[in-house]
């Protein structure tokens, strides 16, 4: 019999690529990552690791595990959520992740429509960034998420989590009050000779930052860089750059930024929420899930 803990183990190495990685999102201590590896292979008699130089590498047979190790966990959630189902009660202790501007705007409207329906539910909420909360919504830290992606970079699909898009949101240029690129509709093109306020801990924004001006034939020059769009704001105000925001961080904007859509290249980002894979239909998740599509639908 293989024991479902060290192949979730198993599968959150072909993740994160160490020992130390995995154990960090399991919390655990690299050696016991190490002594439970090692007993899964007594335990299907074959070998599951080896090295290249420095670096772990899965064999065959492990890989092999691996894919039916998200169909084992996605059956269990399954499992666990249609038991639940039998009770209809939406109670007990749910773990909400969310990124800043989501946790700012469509997350406090959700909670409270949860605890006015659902009072014996409790929703926690902890701040992640999308792939933080991947992480530890695989490894069961969390039972909901909110993520985001942005259309220009490739999206990796995750065997083990089921998303629900909530909203798309557009990316706008900030530009200072006296700006006036002359290009209407506006291109990033018109902007090319602006310094750029980029933002600091939001990667995936970098690089979409980075692509888009690519694609519009320049190098954005980033002066300065923040990961609080108060201060992103407040730069752009002085104005010592342009930025490029989503629409959810605007409460902080001051009212004389300029605001505005590119018309080329078109760009956005789509928010979503994640959830391990079968457990959908749980009910906890999906009163909050139900109570986080109206949020949007009232934010959209």
């Known amino acids: 019999m293989l024991d479902v803990r060290r192949l979730r183990l198993l599968r959150e190495l072909s993740a994160h ?37 420095r670096v772990l590498v899965l064999t065959e047979a492990a890989r092999v595990l691996v894919t039916h190790t998200e169909r084992i966990l996605a ?29 700012r705007t469509l997350v406090p409207g959700a909670i409270t429509d949860c605890r006015e329906a659902h009072p014996d539910l409790r929703v926690l909420l902890a701040e992640r960034s999308s792939p933080e909360a991947v ?18 970079l490739p999206r990796v699909r995750d065997a083990g989590v089921d998303t629900e898009p909530l909203a798309r949101e557009p990316l ?15 291109t990033l093109e018109a902007l090319a000779d602006q310094p750029w306020i980029a933002p600091h ?30 201060a992103i704001f407040a730069l752009v105000r002085a104005g010592l750059g342009v930025s490029l925001v989503p629409r959810m961080a605007l409460e ?36 909050l899930l139900a109570a986080l599509r109206r949020t949007a639908a009232e934010y959209a």
């Open 17 to 53: 690529g160490t020992i130390a990685a995995t154990a960090r999102s399991c919390a655990l201590t690299p050696s016991a990552v190490s002594q439970q590896l090692s007993l899964l292979e007594r335990e299907v008699g074959v070998p599951l690791l080896f090295r290249e130089g």
């Open 75 to 103: 059956d269990l959630e399954r499992a666990r959520a249609e038991v639940a189902e039998l009770t209809s009660a939406v109670r007990g202790v749910l773990h909400l992740a969310a990124f800043p501007t989501a946790a």
């Open 135 to 152: 992480t530890e919504l695989k490894a069961g830290g969390i039972d909901l998420a909110l993520i985001h992606e942005y259309n220009l």
């Open 172 to 186: 706008l240029a900030a530009l200072p009050p006296g700006l006036h690129p002359g290009t209407r509709p506006l």
């Open 201 to 230: 801990g939001d990667e995936a924004l970098r690089a979409m930052l980075e692509r888009a001006c690519g694609m519009a034939g320049f190098s954005p020059r980033v002066d300065y860089v923040s990961s609080d769009y108060t």
């Open 252 to 287: 902080t904007a001051a009212e004389d930024i300029r605001l505005t859509e590119l018309a080329e290249p078109e760009l956005h980002r789509t928010v979503s929420a994640a959830m391990r894979a079968g457990s959908r239909t749980s009910p906890p998740i999906a009163a």
